[in-house]
């Protein structure tokens, strides 16, 4: 009896025993378990807010307030360029202040669409920008009005049509008469009835519509006190001419067309401080009765002096405007005009 109780009590000390070794075997598993997990890097959990991890990952915005941004922001948060430690980002700041006001005369002709069209793909480039476009015309007509409504930009529409007297005769050369004369000087007036010259800064440039301009030079003219001056290529009688320039200052002319001028200068090699115009010439207007390519000189001998000059367009040794002239298609007015002598003319609803 003795035998088979001893025999029991040693087979649940066994039982125990193996018991104790399973539960210790278990708290080391958990305990390694918790080493392991605690050493691991945790991933995120998966869910509809995804997109919202990933958002705020990007842009560095750990709080739950934060709206999430979309991934358009958040690209171009992180892919800004931003300058190394000990190097200076310099940053061009343009003054909201300083307008360029760009008076286009205008006149109905085969090729007046396509001209402006032209023309205000590069004005649409130029920041702090107001165009006042003229036409040669009793009345504002509808291709304009439309251009300009479609054009994007800031601008004044405006119209005066130039007195039979003053019109160029068809037998005779362009240059016979002054053009663009009355619609200029009904610019200027608009300039003087609408601007507050103690709210706004800015210049006033004659921008004629068949001129090829860079965008660098509205930029140069902005900071201009009195006459800023520049050269133009294809006028002069040469491959360009404008101003000589020294340390900022004008010291001659380079032309080979009546050099004797005052201000021997192309319609495009010049811009005026609106203020010179409105307080301090308010009389000085574009003279009709001007001889043959004196327009300009008549004009800039109202407004100021040589000593007035400025120079810009690195020292008059860059040209960022050309006296250009798009060849009028002959070939398609003449092959048009037969047309309509057959009764088959083009759909005037297609405007060109």
Not at 152 to 173: A, D, F, M, Q, S
Not at 219 to 235: C, H, L, N, S, Y
Not at 293 to 313: H, I, K, P, Y
Request: hydrophobic share 35%.
């Amino acid at each position: 009896m003795f035998f088979i109780r001893r025999k029991m009590f040693r087979g649940i000390i066994k039982y125990v025993a193996f018991f104790g070794v399973l539960v210790g075997i278990a708290i080391i598993t958990r305990v390694l378990e918790q080493v392991v997990e605690k050493a691991s890097p945790k991933a995120p959990q998966t869910n509809e807010n995804d997109d919202q991890l990933v958002r705020r990952d990007l842009t560095n915005t750990d709080s739950p307030s934060s709206p999430p941004k979309n991934t358009a922001q958040a690209k171009l948060e992180i892919t800004v360029e931003q300058p190394k430690i000990g190097e200076k980002k310099i940053v061009k700041k343009l003054s909201p202040k300083t307008i360029v006001y760009a008076v286009t005369p205008t006149y109905a002709r085969f090729l007046q669409k396509a001209e402006l069209t032209r023309l205000s793909q590069t004005l649409k480039h130029v920041k702090y920008f107001h165009w006042i476009v003229v036409e040669d015309s009793y009345q504002k007509t509808p291709l304009v009005t439309r251009f300009l409504a479609n054009s994007g930009l800031n601008y004044t529409h405006l119209n005066i049509r130039t007195p039979v007297e003053l019109r160029p005769l068809k037998n005779k050369p362009r240059w016979t008469k002054a053009r663009g004369v009355e619609q200029r000087n009904i610019a200027i007036k608009w300039l003087r009835d609408n601007i507050n010259i103690n709210k706004t800064n800015g210049v006033v440039y004659f921008a004629d519509d068949d001129n090829t301009y860079d965008i660098k030079l509205f930029e140069e003219m902005r900071d201009i006190k009195k006459i800023g001056v520049w050269p133009v290529a294809f006028t002069g009688a040469a491959r360009y001419a404008g101003p000589l320039c020294k340390d900022g200052r004008v010291v001659g002319f380079y032309t080979n067309w009546r050099p004797s001028r005052t201000f021997p200068l192309d319609m495009a090699a010049f811009a005026i401080n609106v203020k010179r115009l409105i307080v301090d010439k308010p009389q000085a207007h574009f003279d009709a009765d001007a001889k043959p390519g004196d327009l300009e000189n008549s004009f800039l001998e109202q407004v100021g002096t040589r000593e007035d000059l400025e120079a810009r367009a690195s020292n008059c040794s860059k040209v960022y405007v050309w006296h250009t002239r798009t060849e009028t298609p002959i070939k398609n007015i003449n092959g048009e005009k037969l047309l309509i002598s057959k009764g088959k003319p083009s759909n005037p609803e297609v405007e060109t």
